[in-house]
């Protein structure tokens, strides 16, 4: 059991927009603006895509973006390409006894 | 070329030990916290454990307390991690990933190896 939780899958057309939500608590996601999100493609390792909630690391497309309501964070990618197909993954700071927690996974499927 | 190189994964049987190494290069080693995040064939990330900048602060996720230690080599730009009594459920492939700098105000991974493959066999 993963302490964020993702939904299993997604799937979008190329030029679609969608969105993966990742469900905390107030011991995480709820209190901390520390929300990040990995993308990984198969066999790859994976890749910082948004940090602090929202903001993008140097080289990442415009088409990401996150959010947060609560103790839900959110990445939204915009104009789905294919090359985005891959699993996403959450990770929050928790003031818990393991101080990094991630969500599950979110596979993307781009149909 | 910034980048992390792990190495010393393979098979061990279960109770084995085996130890990690992580080769860092194209950045200032000693400034950053390191971590190792492994991930079980097919399943999720989970964290499992990091050191701060000198090596004097490590933690660890309560499923590899007491038997994985972490350290470093910041003279040879080298992360360890040393795993005994290794179990099934060990089996992944560990990451050596690097926390954003400054530590304290960064609260993510920037920067992660290809992994190395641990498999421990019953």
């Known amino acids: 059991q993963s302490a964020l939780t993702q939904p299993a899958s997604v799937s979008g057309s190329p030029g679609q927009s969608i969105t993966i939500s990742c469900t905390g608590t107030s011991s995480d996601v709820g209190s901390y603006d520390y929300v990040s999100w990995y993308q990984q493609h198969p066999g790859r390792a994976p890749e910082l895509m948004i940090y602090?909630?929202?903001n993008r690391p140097s080289g990442v497309s415009n088409r990401f973006s996150g959010s947060k309501s609560g103790n839900t964070a959110s990445l939204t990618i915009s104009g789905l390409q294919t090359e985005d197909e891959a699993d996403y993954y959450c990770?929050?700071?928790?003031?818990?006894?393991?101080?990094?927690?991630f969500g599950g996974g979110t596979k993307l499927t781009v149909l | 070329e910034v980048q992390l190189v792990e190495s010393g994964g393979g098979l061990v049987q279960s109770g084995g030990s085996l130890r990690l190494s992580c080769a860092a290069s194209?950045?200032?080693?000693?400034?950053?916290?390191m971590h190792w995040v492994r991930q079980a064939p097919g399943k999720g990330l989970v964290w499992v454990s990091h050191i701060n900048s000198e090596g004097s602060n490590t933690g660890y996720a309560d499923s590899v307390k007491g038997r994985f230690t972490i350290s470093r080599d910041n003279a040879k730009n080298t992360l360890y991690l040393q795993m005994n009594s290794l179990r099934a459920e060990d089996t992944a492939v560990y990451y050596c990933?690097?926390?954003?700098?400054?530590?304290?105000?960064?609260?993510?991974?920037?920067?992660w190896g290809r992994g190395t493959l641990v498999t421990i066999s019953s």
């Open positions: 194209g950045f200032t080693f000693s400034r950053y916290w």
């Open positions: 990933v690097r926390r954003g700098f400054p530590a304290a105000l960064h609260w993510y991974f920037d920067l």
């Open positions: 602090d909630v929202r």
């Open positions: 990770s929050s700071y928790t003031s818990t006894n393991t101080p990094w927690v």
